[in-house]
C-alpha cells in the first residue's frame, strides 16, 4: 500500500510538472510579441519603410517597402528595367505585373485577403483578438510550435514560432497567383533589433508552390517617417 501511494504520489507530480510548462497559445504569443519589442513599442510605430534587394531568378532587385500601420503596405522592386509594385489598403489592393504589360490592376478579393495582414506593424498575431481573429495552438512541428491564426473574414494562417527565441520562423496560407490556388510559404530568418528597439527579420524566403520564388533581404529601416498616403492610391 506504501509502494501504491508512492507510485501515485510520484506520477501525480510527474503531471504537474508537465503541466506547469504546458504554454497556452496566448502565452506563446505574448511571449513572442515580447520577443520582437514588447506591446507598447509597437503600438507606437506609425510607419516603416524598407530598402530591400531581391534574388529573382538568379537576379539581384533592388526594392522599397512602405507600410502606414493599418492603412497602407507597398513593396516596389525593380527588375529588368520594369517595376513590380504590390499595394494594400484597408480597402482594397492593387499591382502592377511586368510580364503583364505592367499595368496596375485591382487584386481578386481572395489575393486581398491573404496579403492585407502586411498592412499591420507587429503582423496578424499582434493583438488578434481586437482584429476579431481567434487563434488555435495545434502543438509541435519538430522543435516549433504550431499556431493557426483564423481572420474575420476566414483567412488562415500557420505560424511556426521557435520556443528559443519566440521569433516567428515560418508562415504558411493558401492564396491566390496568376489566378491559381497555391500554398504560399514564407520563411524569416536573420532577425536584428532595429535602432527603435522593434526586431525585424533580414531575410525572408516566399515560395509561391512551384509558380514562383525570391529571396529578400533588408537593408536599412526607418521607424515612424513622414508617409504620404497618397502613394497607396492606384494610378488611372
Same mark, same amino acid.
Given at each position: 500500500?506504501? %509502494?501504491?501511494?508512492?507510485? %501515485?504520489?510520484?506520477?501525480?507530480?510527474?503531471?504537474?510538472?508537465?503541466?506547469?510548462? &504546458?504554454? $497556452? &497559445?496566448?502565452?506563446? *504569443?505574448?511571449?513572442?510579441?515580447? &520577443?520582437?519589442?514588447?506591446?507598447?513599442?509597437?503600438?507606437?510605430?506609425?510607419? *516603416?519603410?524598407?530598402?530591400?534587394?531581391? /534574388?529573382?531568378?538568379?537576379?539581384?532587385?533592388?526594392?522599397?517597402?512602405?507600410?502606414?500601420?493599418? @492603412?497602407?503596405?507597398?513593396?516596389?522592386?525593380?527588375?529588368?528595367?520594369?517595376? =513590380? *509594385?504590390?499595394?494594400?489598403?484597408?480597402?482594397?489592393?492593387?499591382?502592377?505585373?511586368? =510580364?503583364?504589360?505592367? #499595368?496596375?490592376?485591382?487584386?481578386?478579393?481572395?489575393?486581398?485577403?491573404?496579403?492585407?495582414? /502586411?498592412?499591420?506593424?507587429?503582423?496578424?498575431?499582434?493583438?488578434? &483578438?481586437?482584429?476579431?481573429?481567434?487563434?488555435?495552438?495545434?502543438?509541435?512541428?519538430?522543435?516549433?510550435? @504550431?499556431?493557426?491564426?483564423?481572420?474575420?473574414?476566414?483567412?488562415? +494562417?500557420?505560424?511556426?514560432?521557435?520556443?528559443?527565441?519566440?521569433?516567428?520562423?515560418?508562415? #504558411?496560407? $493558401?492564396?491566390?497567383?496568376?489566378?491559381?490556388?497555391?500554398?504560399?510559404?514564407?520563411?524569416?530568418?536573420?532577425?536584428?533589433?532595429?535602432?527603435?528597439?522593434?526586431?525585424?527579420?533580414? +531575410? $525572408?524566403?516566399?515560395?509561391?508552390?512551384?509558380?514562383?520564388? =525570391?529571396?529578400?533581404?533588408?537593408?536599412?529601416?526607418?521607424?515612424?517617417?513622414?508617409?504620404?498616403? @497618397? *502613394?497607396?492610391? =492606384?494610378?488611372?
Amino acid at each position: 500500500m506504501k %509502494l501504491l501511494k508512492l507510485g %501515485l504520489l510520484a506520477s501525480a507530480t510527474l503531471l504537474c510538472g508537465i503541466n506547469s510548462f &504546458a504554454q $497556452t &497559445a496566448d502565452e506563446i *504569443i505574448a511571449k513572442h510579441i515580447e &520577443a520582437i519589442g514588447g506591446k507598447d513599442k509597437i503600438a507606437a510605430i506609425k510607419s *516603416i519603410h524598407m530598402e530591400t534587394s531581391s /534574388q529573382i531568378m538568379g537576379n539581384d532587385a533592388p526594392g522599397n517597402v512602405t507600410i502606414l500601420n493599418g @492603412k497602407g503596405f507597398k513593396s516596389e522592386t525593380e527588375f529588368n528595367g520594369s517595376k =513590380m *509594385i504590390q499595394c494594400y489598403t484597408d480597402k482594397g489592393g492593387w499591382a502592377t505585373n511586368p =510580364m503583364g504589360g505592367n #499595368t496596375p490592376e485591382a487584386m481578386p478579393d481572395q489575393q486581398y485577403k491573404a496579403g492585407k495582414a /502586411q498592412l499591420q506593424v507587429g503582423g496578424e498575431l499582434f493583438d488578434y &483578438a481586437a482584429k476579431g481573429s481567434k487563434v488555435e495552438l495545434q502543438g509541435k512541428d519538430g522543435n516549433l510550435y @504550431k499556431i493557426k491564426l483564423t481572420t474575420k473574414d476566414s483567412t488562415e +494562417s500557420t505560424y511556426f514560432i521557435d520556443p528559443a527565441t519566440y521569433y516567428i520562423t515560418k508562415l #504558411t496560407r $493558401t492564396g491566390e497567383v496568376m489566378g491559381q490556388q497555391v500554398e504560399i510559404a514564407i520563411t524569416f530568418s536573420d532577425y536584428k533589433k532595429t535602432d527603435y528597439g522593434y526586431t525585424i527579420p533580414y +531575410s $525572408t524566403q516566399l515560395d509561391f508552390g512551384s509558380m514562383f520564388s =525570391m529571396t529578400m533581404a533588408t537593408k536599412k529601416v526607418e521607424i515612424n517617417p513622414p508617409v504620404d498616403p @497618397k *502613394i497607396f492610391e =492606384m494610378p488611372k
